[in-house]
């Protein structure tokens, strides 16, 4: 169960178009997903829609062909709806269009199936099955996970790990790391990690992503605060480290739980012989 959301920035800081460098950068609109580069385009792929203003949260899950999102904020569905039926999406509530990998149209690789709903647009890979009356909050797999976050204004779920970033009393970012093990015992190692830990792809210390853990363990689950420290000549914070390190498997703390999950995946795939059992029995009958 892969889950993610992004953090909604200011209408003020749109409008200006002033940067906060300890929010706007790419690490928390990178949470559209594929979409996200794309985003700042008033006309995307033929929809003369402006996604990035009108955009307040987005949320993704899983991973394609299955993977699917929504996008919430202020939407005219009947003309949105319309506008992808101009480019050939066709279908009573669901609309669907077939892969254009000939002529690489963006929304047919990232949104070949979608629902357009008052105040959000549902979409999803080829494979995906779109219901409109669920949530992600409902879902019994990440609720531990979902509890332990908080109120984040970006996260993602992957596994037994989730990593979240909410503004603290002074509105600047502090991260949230969440994991599946003994709280106690789980939550003082992640923290030992940041202050004296190393990344294992690229040798730098922990430190110089997170600085100040906090231990607080949530029921079943370890939890520790970080705070971000100030980096650059614009004193920027870097909250995009925490979810980069958490795609790549490398959280402080973590490394060794991450390795576990990717070697249950192969053992599992070993156990499966080449095939299917039927090439099996076919190699002992030679």
């Known amino acids: 169960m892969w889950s993610e959301w992004f953090h909604e920035l200011s209408e003020e800081d749109l409008e200006e178009g002033v940067r906060d460098f300890n929010w706007s950068s790419h690490e928390l609109t990178v949470r559209f997903g594929d979409l996200a580069n794309y985003l700042m385009l008033d006309d995307l792929d033929g929809i003369e829609f402006d996604f990035y203003e009108a955009v307040d949260q987005a949320v993704s899950a899983g991973q394609p062909p299955e993977q699917v999102g929504a996008l919430y904020g202020e939407f005219d569905a009947e003309s949105l709806r319309s506008e992808f039926a101009d480019l050939g999406w066709e279908g009573e509530e669901v609309l669907e269009t077939e892969l254009d990998f000939e002529g ?52 993602a779920i992957t596994g037994g790990i989730a990593v979240g970033v909410a503004p603290d009393d002074d509105d600047l970012p502090r991260g949230v790391i969440c994991a599946e093990g ?33 231990e607080d363990p949530h029921g079943e689950l370890a939890r520790v605060y970080v705070n971000f420290p100030e980096v650059g000549e614009d004193d920027a914070r870097l909250p995009y480290n925490l979810f980069n390190l958490h795609f790549q498997q490398d959280l402080p703390g973590l490394v060794d739980e991450a390795d576990a999950e990717f070697q249950d995946l192969m053992d599992d795939a070993l156990d499966s012989p080449l095939g299917g059992e039927d090439n099996d029995d076919d190699a002992e009958d030679q």
């Open 104 to 155: 690489a149209r963006l929304l047919s690789m990232y949104m070949p199936r979608v629902l357009t709903e008052e105040d959000r647009l549902l979409y999803g890979r080829q494979n995906a099955d779109l219901e409109s009356d669920t949530s992600a909050t409902d879902d019994e797999r990440i609720q531990e996970q979902l509890d332990c976050l908080g109120d984040v204004v970006a996260g």
């Open 182 to 214: 003994d709280p106690e015992e789980l939550s003082e190692t992640i923290a030992q990690e940041v202050e004296s830990g190393a990344s294992w792809r690229n040798g730098r210390p922990y430190s110089e992503y997170f600085i100040d853990p906090e």
